[in-house]
């Protein structure tokens, strides 16, 4: 966990200026060795700070601590309405797991919770989502389903749609969509899109909605990842994180009347938009399903949101599922 101390140093360094030892001491009222214990506690959550000789430390990256009231003020009155708690959390688990524990206990539909360091962060097909501390946009939302899991097929192509608008609103352009649920930019993968679905087949069920963001992922942090990834602080010259506050408020503008309206909307109403974000049509591809690979090009989408992948015999194949990996050229 963060202690109060931990999170004092961080909002000062913050600004991603150099704060002498003696000036962080004073200002939380602790000892200066007390200043470097703490420090080194935070180097753990993957936090890399500088520390100059008549200096003092500053932050390796100047970052924008997630704020409920910057968030709130940047709603709109639509996902205002949609909202019942914005929960944000110095340290947790996953956003994910923490929102289907909530629903097991019958909690109100509408949740938003955020992270700014995830101990167990969730991807797809169980890998892990690397999760630094106050880089990134962690974000679940938990809302409930009337007609079951089959009524919502689909649901990850339109979250895809809204994550994009959200970002075309912050002036991040050239960004696309990758079947089934990840943003991209300039070919490097930027987001990604976990829904996780539970209840009766073909009754009420709940699903949670989680986007894991890159703003700024250190080289360190992201040795892990074992494909090609990018995030804004690249994107947008290092200013992104002056923008994090009004992106997460962004994103829950948009995301808040897609989830709770597709049940009525359907993928219908996403499907020219998300074709017209494709990244991958025309491009040779392997997708994985279990042990077996299959070899094509993409020929985008059809209107249940498969996948259409032309084999080399000429028949187009429809897929519901699967791992999409880009051929190297």
């Known amino acids: 966990m963060i202690s109060l101390n931990q999170k004092k140093i961080l909002t000062i360094l913050a600004d991603g200026q150099f704060h002498s030892g003696t000036d962080l001491a004073q200002s939380i009222g602790i ?45 709109s009155s639509i996902a205002s309405s949609l909202i019942t708690d914005i929960e944000i959390h110095d340290c947790i688990k996953s956003t994910n797991t923490y929102l289907l524990d909530k629903a097991r206990q019958k909690s109100l539909c509408g949740i938003a919770c955020f992270a700014e ?57 050239d960004v ?50 074992t494909q090609d990834w990018v995030d804004l602080n690249h994107v947008l010259a290092d200013n992104s994180a002056k923008i994090r506050n009004k992106l997460a408020a962004g994103l829950l503008n948009q995301l808040m009347p897609t989830i709770a309206n597709f049940e009525d909307d359907t993928l219908k109403s996403y499907l020219d938009e998300w074709r017209g974000y494709d990244c991958m049509q025309g491009n040779k591809v392997d997708i994985y399903m279990g042990k077996h690979v299959f070899t094509g090009v993409v020929e985008g989408i059809d209107n249940d949101g498969l996948l259409l992948l032309s084999h080399e015999q000429g028949k187009v194949k429809a897929y519901a599922s699967g791992e999409v990996s880009f051929r190297q050229s």
């Open 117 to 173: 360091y995830q101990l167990q962060g969730k991807g797809r097909r169980g890998r892990e989502w690397v999760s630094p501390f106050g880089s990134n946009i962690y974000l679940s939302i938990l809302w409930h389903f009337q007609n079951g899991p089959a009524a919502i097929s689909g649901l990850s192509l339109a979250v895809g749609v809204a994550v994009i608008r959200a970002l075309k609103e912050c002036g991040i352009n």
């Open 31 to 75: 000892s200066r060795s007390a200043v470097c214990k703490q420090l080194k506690h935070l180097t753990e959550l993957g936090l890399d700070f500088v520390a100059i000789s008549g200096k003092g430390y500053r932050l390796e990256y100047a970052m924008q601590l997630l704020s409920k009231t910057d968030i709130e003020s940047n709603l």
């Open 176 to 225: 696309g969509l990758k079947w089934p649920n990840d943003i991209y930019w300039q070919g490097k993968k930027l987001a990604g899109i976990l829904i996780e679905v539970s209840g009766e087949s073909a009754g009420p069920c709940n699903a949670v909605i989680g986007l894991g963001l890159n703003f700024y992922l250190p080289e360190q942090e992201a040795q892990s990842i």
